[in-house]
């Protein structure tokens, strides 16, 4: 059973940056597709970006060109580096990952076996 811990949530003001990063208990994490999702209050979550097990990306276009999904898989670690933060940021961030047989990014939140906990995100304007 995979452990997901997740770090780096904070309150930061418009404009500013955050990193958050996903630590996985197993060492064999670098195989499965890893994803970071968002909830905001009274939403539903939403796939926010993915990385797949030969280090492919894909973001969401509310994020694109401002947040990058990346992993140290020496270190059993995914990152998300979020930049240029704005209000409608401001949700609980989830890392996900997915069994071993998956193999490609999904956006869709039932593709992915594993969860952490989540970390708050709070963007102030």
Not at 25 to 44: D, H, I, L, N, Y
Not at 49 to 57: K, Q, S, V
């Amino acid at each position: 059973q995979v452990q997901l811990a997740e770090s780096g949530g904070g309150s930061v003001q418009a404009g500013g940056s955050l990193r958050l990063s996903c630590a996985a208990s197993e060492p064999t994490f670098s195989s499965s597709v890893k994803a970071w999702f968002r909830q905001a209050p009274g939403k539903e979550r939403e796939f926010v970006a993915g990385i797949a097990w030969n280090g492919n990306t894909y973001h969401a276009d509310s994020v694109t060109g401002r947040f990058t999904i990346s992993k140290d898989n020496s270190k059993q670690t995914v990152y998300l580096q979020m930049n240029s933060l704005k209000p409608e940021d401001t949700a609980v961030y989830y890392c996900a990952a997915t069994g071993y047989d998956i193999r490609s990014i999904y956006t869709s939140g039932s593709r992915y076996k594993f969860w952490g906990q989540g970390t708050q995100v709070t963007v102030s304007s």
